[in-house]
């Protein structure tokens, strides 16, 4: 059991912005780095650091392509609650990235699948060279066999990345896969820390953070009231609570649910749902559940279901 | 791990008439009676056997009264799917049971805080007499001394009691504590089947249902799209996933929740919030938490933290 050596990172700006097309105020973001601050959590990631110029048709606010100086409008006073930004492999020009010293941003996070894990490193190289901290979030880990994992973590091993992350993107693992995943990692990487990212399609994301944390994971995501793509995250506020009132304060977490994520969610869908239930069944990305959920055909599950189940009986009714 | 053993019932109209004070047509239970004997679910609760006669100002529809020449034309053809009913101690007159050979019913289930297990146990007999399928359900575990627990488990031991439910009616409880309460269960009952009841409070019912269930208990309540009092109860759908399509449809209980439960969840508010949450954070009983929820007030989520924490500060600004 290591709830006391948990730490807690608040993705709602970052994941949460996968949901709104990242449609929030600078207010809004600074009344959640207040919240977080005084709610004691250690880590806010802040948005994407990816490069505006290497996306096409990419204009989705300045929290997808965080700018130094933009930041430092936002939060002009640090606390004690650090900074993160999310960098997908590709989409990210390494000259954008200032020193640490001169950067508002703590901890970099490169997000990648096991196949890209060397081009992950480059950047996690380049990232810690500059002084960061810095983690590898190894996603669809469902999807992964075991050769391939291991060979992965083996060069991580190697790598100076300070935490890896165990990424059930599809949110389909449940506590006991959880618990196993975890351990490998731990075994196959006892000089890194761990972190834990979970999604919420089976209703497990708070059971799964929490199982990773026992079995030895040091980081934990969370974002407040779960707001992340499609089912969402583990929720902060469980977290909180969770792990203690002797290290967080879960009212400064609650005020900005009350001021803020009730008007969000009544605008934005995030969280547990038939369809996005049943991509977690199915362990796939979520795109077509999210597709079916922007239709009119939002609550069409058997439809749905039968796609998945069996996808030659719906093409073989469109040709009817 | 028992998965295979387990036995799922279904509570959606009893726990779910919590909610909407029993406001199921005949033709919704009859759906939900099809649908869940199409997905293998081996017992439906159907309501509370309680009497109308013994309850003050009482009307609340059939479902909280269950009459067998009701229930007859309700499920004229019963399938493999067994029937159940609920009844609280002091709520329900013996004569209105008929025996066992006569009714719809298969299992009555007897609901009781620790303090009443000995006139649960006088109800158990008595069921048990009549040829009935009997349980006991033990609510508010997370109250209970621990020498309390174990006089209360003795007398059952030595009851004809079939099963023995672990409820935790305060959605307080996490895996862990699921775990130990199930081998502490299975310890001084081994020769009992036991049973799960969990709540949502924390978005922890399905994983501490699988959880009691990889500890040796066989019974899992569920309800379909988590209807139930408060935060609701671990869903059906989401077992029967667990469990395994080699025992069980998926498709007949979504087919349940498109046709029935979206249209009945915009009518009635069940499920995850933040009041039902601080009151599993502070193991509460969610009646106060329900009656934010029915007020003007139900999203001021500080106040009522504030209540929990600081009641005498809540006095002294109602003084001022």
Redesign the interface.
């Known amino acids: 059991m290591n709830r006391s050596a948990a730490k807690i990172l608040d993705c709602t700006i970052r994941d949460g912005g996968l949901v709104n097309n990242w449609d929030f105020s600078a207010d809004f973001v600074k009344a959640l780095y207040k919240g977080l601050s005084e709610a004691g959590v250690e880590y806010m990631e802040i948005g994407y650091k990816n490069s505006a110029k290497l996306l096409k048709g990419a204009e989705a606010g300045p929290w997808r392509y965080l700018d130094e100086a933009f930041l430092r409008e936002v939060i002009p006073h640090k606390s004690a609650t650090k900074l993160s930004a999310l960098v997908d492999i590709g989409r990210v020009d390494e000259n954008d990235i200032l020193p640490r010293e001169e950067s508002v941003l703590d901890l970099i996070r490169v997000a990648c699948y096991v196949r890209d894990v060397g081009k992950g490193l480059e950047l996690v190289n380049t990232f810690h060279d500059k002084g960061y901290e810095t983690s590898i979030n190894i996603m669809a880990l469902s999807h992964v066999l075991e050769h391939e994992l291991e060979e992965a973590l083996a060069k991580i091993a190697e790598s100076p990345v300070d935490i890896v992350y165990v990424v059930d993107s599809y949110g389909s693992m ?3 896969d959880y618990g196993l995943m975890v351990d490998k990692f731990r075994e196959l990487l006892p000089n890194k820390q761990l972190g834990i990212h979970a999604h ?1 399609n ?6 799964n953070t ?2 990773g944390i ?1 079995h030895g994971a040091v980081f934990a995501d969370a974002s407040v009231f779960g707001m992340g793509r499609a089912a969402g995250n583990c ?1 902060t ?2 977290l909180i ?2 792990l203690g009132s002797t290290r967080y304060e ?2 400064p977490v ?2 900005v ?2 001021e803020h994520m ?1 008007d969000i969610r009544r605008k934005w869908e995030w969280g547990y749902n ?1 369809p996005y ?2 991509s977690g ?1 199915f362990d796939e990305h979520p795109r077509m559940a999210m597709a079916l959920r922007a239709s009119e055909n939002r ?4 439809e749905f ?1 039968d796609t998945l189940t069996n996808p030659e009986a719906i093409v073989a009714k469109k040709g009817d």
């Open positions: 449940d506590p006991r919420n089976l209703q497990l994301a708070f059971a929490i199982t026992d929720n506020e469980l609570s969770h879960l009212r609650l005020q649910i009350e009730i038939i239930m049943v069944v609550d069409r599950y058997l279901y």
